[in-house]
């Protein structure tokens, strides 16, 4: 069956790191893929999306590229801000199919 | 647009006892979603809607019924609550099926079942 696999968090950084949350998933066919985040008290919100192999989304800062030979959706910045403590949530949609597959979420800290 | 709302924010109910999570999305959606999140878990999809009048299970619907009589409406219900139906729900929209359509969220509603 489809699956995501993410990073166990929580991952703790100070403002201005690197982040890096990695993101890798099962699926047969060719997916398209999303990173979604949950602020504090918040319903989730899409971040960015790739819909086919070797596309990149952005948005925000964020960064994540579809790689297909390694299955994986890494979410990149590099820069993190205090206002980028979040809950973030890769997922997968089949093509053709409403429904979503997540991941199990990773807290993400950032420290002043 | 108000976009995907949802009430009660926060609910404890006794064993046994029955509730509506409401839902209600003004952007004009075909498609409506019920999750359910678990601590430390991914959100698991409960029920799905395509349209008025037509709804389909997910990956965990037992214990759980559904509505679609509306466009706007999706209401989920829990008949005979129990504590392993404790977590946070999100109802979500999207305009339609295809595969780069981005879902909306509401802000979910707590449960908590003693």
């Known amino acids: 069956g489809n699956s995501v696999t993410q990073m166990e968090g929580p991952v703790t950084l100070s403002e201005e790191a690197f982040l890096t949350i990695n993101c890798t998933y099962t699926?047969?066919?060719?997916?398209?893929l999303f990173w979604y985040v949950q602020y504090p008290g918040e319903g989730l919100q899409l971040l960015l999306k790739?819909?086919?192999?070797?596309d990149k989304g952005s948005n925000k800062g964020f960064e994540a590229t579809y790689r297909k030979e390694t299955t994986s959706f890494h979410l990149e910045k590099g820069s993190v801000q205090v206002s980028d403590s979040a809950v973030y949530f890769c997922?997968?949609?089949?093509?053709?199919?409403?429904?979503?597959?997540f991941g199990q979420g990773t807290r993400l800290t950032i420290n002043p | 647009n108000a976009g995907v709302t949802q009430t009660p924010k926060f609910r404890i109910l006794k064993i046994g006892q029955s509730m509506t999570l409401q839902c209600t999305q003004d952007?004009?959606?075909?498609?409506m979603y019920w999750y359910r999140q678990d601590p430390g878990m991914g959100l698991k999809l409960i029920y799905y809607s395509v349209g008025a009048g037509i709804t389909d299970k997910g990956e965990v619907p037992n214990g759980y019924n559904v509505s679609r009589s509306t466009t706007e409406d999706f209401p989920l219900r829990l008949e005979l609550a129990a504590p392993s139906q404790t977590s946070v729900y999100f109802c979500a929209s999207s305009y339609s099926v295809i595969v780069q359509e981005t879902q909306y969220f509401g802000p979910g509603t707590r449960l908590l079942v003693l």
């Open positions: 952007m004009n959606h075909n498609y």
């Open positions: 997922a997968l949609s089949k093509q053709g199919a409403q429904k979503l597959v």
């Open positions: 790739a819909t086919k192999a070797d």
């Open positions: 699926a047969t066919g060719y997916p398209s």
